[in-house]
């Protein structure tokens, strides 16, 4: 249970859910958890500003207070945490209808991009068991390559010495935008503000190769909202 000392100690139903999930970093955890990430490197890798101390408390909190349990190395959410989900969600589709606007340059972070889109990769129309996306920014000279394996995705940020089937070019916060839902895919291309590189019958599945954030939708929609109403 939460400590007393950071308790609010109120009998209310809010303030009783505060005390498991108000800290700062819980809720991005819970984010994380509930788009597969299950063991803490890669828990750790996709959030850079968290120290591993803090997460590693973070998680004892959640098992404490039955939001997860440890089986081996993984971190599994129990119903009580997959409760969460549509409360979770629901707050990204608040955030972005009223508080998701243009990308500030400390957002920015092209290596944690790469990784929350490696996880959304699916290669299955794809021929063969190995495929390679190499990720080239337009303003950043990092370079990373999405490889997937029989199915299995993975980031590397130094060439893997094997053949690249499609490489995406964009600025970073162009590619921010689109797998966000800001933008759409099609007008990015339609501008050129990112191109899929490779042979015509490969990237002419990349629209279906590489999905989009779970809360692109969201954001999509609101996008269309606010261009209604200020129409």
């Known amino acids: 249970m939460t ?3 950071s308790s609010y100690a109120q009998y209310c139903p809010i303030s009783r859910a505060l005390d498991v999930l108000g800290d700062r970093w819980s809720l991005l955890i819970l984010r994380d958890l509930f788009l597969g990430t299950t ?3 890669d828990l750790a890798r996709g959030l ?3 120290s591993r101390s803090l997460l590693a408390k973070r998680l004892r909190q959640f098992e404490r207070d039955g939001l997860l349990d440890k089986i081996g190395a993984d971190h599994l959410l129990t119903e009580a945490g997959t ?3 549509p409360i979770l969600f ?3 589709e608040w955030g972005a209808r009223w508080t998701f606007g243009e990308p500030r340059e400390d957002e920015l972070d092209p290596a944690l991009l790469v990784w ?3 996880s959304r ?6 021929p063969g068991r190995r495929h390679v996306l190499h990720v080239r920014f337009t303003d950043d000279v990092r370079r990373y390559w999405i490889v997937v394996e029989a199915g299995v995705p993975s980031v590397c940020e130094t060439d893997p010495g094997y053949p690249v089937d499609v490489t995406i070019s964009a600025e970073v916060a162009a590619l921010y935008e689109v797998w966000l839902g800001r933008m759409p895919l099609s007008h990015a291309q339609a501008t050129g503000r990112l191109r899929f590189v490779g042979p015509p019958a490969i990237t002419r599945r990349m629209p279906t190769v590489l999905q989009l954030s779970p809360v692109a ?3 999509a929609e609101a996008g269309f909202a606010h261009a209604a109403r200020a129409s």
């Open 83 to 85: 409760a969460l989900q």
């Open 39 to 41: 063991r803490f490197n």
């Open 90 to 92: 629901g707050l990204g």
């Open 116 to 118: 929350w889109m490696h």
């Open 48 to 50: 850079p500003g968290l």
């Open 3 to 5: 400590d007393s000392a």
């Open 121 to 126: 990769v699916d290669t299955s129309s794809l």
């Open 217 to 219: 939708g969201a954001v």
